[in-house]
């Protein structure tokens, strides 16, 4: 098993920005996905499945992680009675835990699956509450995320801005435990690809990096929206070789003044450019 949520050169893991869902009982369509170039691939067994399909997904699940894949494959467990007959399979890089409320939850799924990265799914107003007990409940969670159509039906909000509080709170919960930014929910229209670009901008201003999609045509939409500019590039360069000088307080240039917490940011945007961890 692996803890890496990307793949890049030998030694370099790849920072992601695109995790395609893929639902477990259709084999094929998770190969595809598995060519797709997304960074992550997320086999579904909950939501994408139908109930009297379930059992014959995690069969089909089992006999794909029967082996490793160059793409790191992640699942969304239907149920924590699927864990041990998947957490030792070779393929398997990390578990989706979905309708994680408490600590205590991860605490039980940790146990099911030793050394297996946990992603905890937020899905209702409980959850967003305890966000960062969540984030912070154990060592195997490597990062968290929103399920905004759930938690969308449990707050009972009718337009998108009544998502942007538990959205910075996701954000900040994740930076006070020292955890990769969470990537954005799916986008459900896989039709319409600039509304998908717009909410990537926002949620990329938000704090954001990189989404969750369900189609192959969102992934080459969520990169672009989610990699530097040439501008942001040249501005964290000047930054770092400013920083490079080693005289106390960093003047650039044009006259501004930057400390420490700039220079981390314009190290995270050259890495970012360069897809690397």
């Known amino acids: 098993m692996s803890d890496m949520s990307g793949a890049g050169d030998v030694g370099r893991p790849r920072t992601p920005l695109t995790w395609l869902y893929a639902p477990g009982d259709r084999p094929g369509v998770v190969r595809k996905a598995l060519a797709s170039g997304a960074d ?82 937020l899905e209702n107003a409980l959850a967003v ?5 969540i984030a912070t409940a154990h060592p195997a969670v490597r990062g968290i995320a929103l399920g905004e159509a ?15 509080w538990p959205r910075s709170r996701v954000v900040v919960a994740a930076r006070a435990a020292a955890l990769p930014p969470p990537a954005q929910s799916v986008h459900p229209d896989i039709g319409d690809l600039d509304a998908l670009a717009a909410g990537c901008a926002r949620g990329r201003a938000m704090g954001f990096l990189g989404r969750a999609a369900i189609h192959p045509r ?37 006259g501004r003044f930057v400390d420490a917490a700039v220079v981390e940011g314009a190290h995270r945007v050259l890495a970012l450019a360069s897809r690397t961890a």
């Open 129 to 133: 509450e305890h966000a960062y007990a």
């Open 150 to 164: 759930d938690l969308r039906a449990d707050l009972g909000v009718r337009d998108d801005s009544g998502l942007d």
């Open 40 to 121: 992550v691939v997320i086999v579904d067994l909950e939501d994408a499945v139908a109930p009297h399909r379930k059992a014959y997904a995690l069969d089909a699940t089992v006999d794909l992680l029967a082996d490793a894949h160059p793409v790191p494959v992640h699942v969304r467990v239907h149920s924590p009675l699927d864990i041990p007959t998947l957490a030792p399979l070779p393929g398997l890089c990390g578990l989706r835990v979905p309708k994680v409320t408490h600590a205590t939850d991860i605490h039980r799924i940790a146990g099911l699956a030793p050394g297996l990265p946990l992603y905890p799914l």
């Open 218 to 254: 969102q992934l080459p939409v969520i990169e672009r929206a989610y990699l530097p500019t040439p501008e942001e590039v040249d501005a964290a360069r000047e930054v770092v070789a400013a920083a490079g000088t080693g005289r106390g307080a960093l003047a650039l240039p044009d």
